[in-house]
């Protein structure tokens, strides 16, 4: 059997996690008056960070990351950063050991730019070592990359924990949670990470904050600007979620915060019209039809086995799958083969998917979770308890009761850029111009684009915007909208974006095939290149099953095929 290691985006299922925990809520209405002037969290009671010592740079291998992962680590430092795990009380001495990385910059040095993946529970350490080389190269020649394992997360120490063998589906887990993490469980909402981004700074001997956050960064983003205004230099906040997100005011609609209740079907919109409008999407025309007629039957479909998906593919697995791959486009070709087969009467590519994405399969929830997982719920427990009365779930975590208020206005020295996705599934487009506005100090551009969060992005409109941000502190027009991608300077047809999408053959289903084959198969790293080529020739819908060790006539004949000739 094939294990594909590579190709999940670990970070994508942030979203859905925090969905299913607000769908256990019943949708309380609740009246929450916030006054953020005495608030912690607020600039008043911002806590003063002493300066540190200088922070001891040296081989990422000191966190004790496999070696298979430091390889891919060249150019990069560590190091741990002590910070005070109550800021908001001088006299407490807990401490937490934040985890950090960094990459010189290549040129001329105009600061360190911080970064975060969101989630929250992602670890920024890593997040950082796949995403730099995305960046344009006047971003790495100007500065120094520098990321964090927000306290409780990853390398960072104390860390989260839930005990030997969590379960998600257990409706104690939290007080499991709250006894394993100790003291820290409840120092982990938005306003203490935002006294560690300021801790980061501090230590990196910064005047000012540069940072880019994503998703949840974006929400950290603004917790920092809130409590430390004068020292936010240029920001850049893509994913932007709903500014009322301290509130409970507008924040739920029947049981799902209102903007993943919206955001979702909008994407699965999206998909359908792309896919009916290319000759290269395997179901073909129609193809919102065929998700929906799949549901009434998917149970009774045979699978293939893969750890870790169940032995059948209910309704509530299927749904989820098709939730979760709207937030990253590179699944959208895997998805549609999958739906594609299921339709003909075989789910065994919807199995393999629900295999790599175990977290969202009701039966994967039996099985002990993972660190990302815990860290997700625990976070957004900590977050949120304190506007929700019946979140049973999270009463275990101990919350400030007046910890997160919504974004607030803040007045800083170079505007905020803030970023949305016009079919973003988990923070949509049209929360770009509400959350600048409750800024204030804030201009917001939408890119035409799909999947969770936007940059770097296909278009030069996204992309030299937040060069500019960076490098000059210069922003676009208000409420500029990017088209999806650069094309003769006109927007492409949805048929020449379903192509695009859709469409395997490139150096992305290369990459993912070379895993498979080295990884999974273990072929040395020519040999797999060399078969990886090889198959990356052949039809979409055999790439597919390659990738997703799915049993095939086709894919068995590729796979046989590329082995001999390399």
Not at 300 to 327: N, W
Not at 540 to 556: F, G, K
């Amino acid at each position: 059997m094939t294990e594909r290691f590579l190709y999940t985006n670990r970070f994508r299922l942030a979203g859905l996690l925090t969905v299913a925990l607000a769908a256990a809520a019943c949708a309380p209405s609740i009246d929450v008056t916030t006054e953020r002037s005495d608030q912690i969290g607020s600039a008043a009671n911002a806590p003063v960070i002493p300066p540190a010592s200088e922070i001891e740079w040296s081989s990422c291998e000191a966190f004790g990351i496999p070696e298979s992962v430091v390889v891919e680590t060249d150019g990069w430092e560590c190091a741990t950063l002590t910070a005070p795990m109550d800021p908001f009380d001088s006299s407490a001495d807990d401490t937490v050991d934040l985890a950090l990385t960094r990459h010189a910059a290549t040129g001329d040095r105009r600061g360190s730019l911080l970064i975060n993946p969101g989630g929250p529970g992602g670890s920024g350490v890593e997040f950082a070592w796949g995403i730099r080389s995305a960046f344009p190269i006047e971003i790495l020649r100007a500065f120094d990359i520098v990321s964090w394992d927000p306290r409780g997360v990853a390398n960072s120490v104390p860390a989260i924990s839930c005990g030997d063998n969590p379960d998600i589906s257990d409706d104690f887990l939290m007080e499991a949670c709250a006894d394993a993490t100790g003291p820290l469980a409840a120092h982990l909402a938005a306003p203490y990470s935002a006294s560690d981004m300021e801790a980061i700074r501090v230590a990196l001997g910064e005047l000012r904050l540069d940072y880019l956050g994503y998703s949840y960064g974006a929400t950290l983003g603004a917790a920092y600007a809130a409590q430390y205004p004068d020292t936010v230099g240029r920001f850049v906040l893509d994913g932007a979620t709903d500014p009322l997100i301290g509130s409970a005011d507008g924040y739920f609609e029947d049981g799902f915060p209102y903007y993943a209740a919206d955001g979702i079907p909008g994407a699965i919109r999206r998909f359908s019209e792309l896919c009916d409008a290319s000759d290269r999407c395997v179901p073909g025309a129609d193809s919102e039809a065929v998700l929906d007629e799949l549901v009434a039957r998917i149970g009774a479909l045979p699978t293939d086995d893969f750890a870790g998906s169940p032995d059948v593919v209910d309704d509530d697995a299927y749904a989820e799958l098709i939730a979760s791959s709207m937030s990253y486009s590179g699944d959208w070709e895997l998805l549609a083969t999958g739906v594609a087969d299921a339709s003909e009467g075989d789910a065994s590519a919807l199995a393999s998917l629900i295999s790599t994405d175990a977290a969202i399969s009701s039966d994967a929830l039996d099985e002990p979770a993972e660190p990302f997982e815990i860290a997700n719920i625990v976070i957004y427990c900590a977050d949120f308890r304190h506007v929700v009365d019946d979140w049973s779930y999270c009463d275990s975590i101990p919350v400030n009761e007046e910890m997160l208020a919504p974004v607030e206005a803040v007045e800083v020295a170079t505007t905020i850029l803030v970023i949305g996705t016009e079919f973003d599934p988990l923070t949509p487009g049209q929360h770009a111009p509400v959350f600048a506005e409750a800024l204030e100090s804030a201009v917001d551009i939408v890119w035409n684009g799909v999947g969770h969060t936007a940059f770097p992005a296909p278009t030069d409109c996204i992309n030299d915007a937040v060069v500019r941000q960076l490098l000059d502190g210069v922003q676009p027009v208000d409420g500029l909208e990017c088209p999806f991608l650069d094309q003769a300077g006109r927007d492409p047809s949805n048929e020449e974006l379903g192509d695009i999408l859709f469409g395997h053959g490139d150096v992305e289903s290369e990459r993912l095939l070379v895993s498979v084959f080295e990884f999974g198969m273990g072929l040395d790293a020519d040999s797999a290149q060399c078969a990886a080529g090889r198959v990356n020739q052949l039809g979409d819908q055999t790439i597919s099953h390659v990738v997703l060790a799915v049993t095939s006539t086709a894919a068995d004949a590729a796979i046989g095929e590329a082995l001999a000739a390399c």
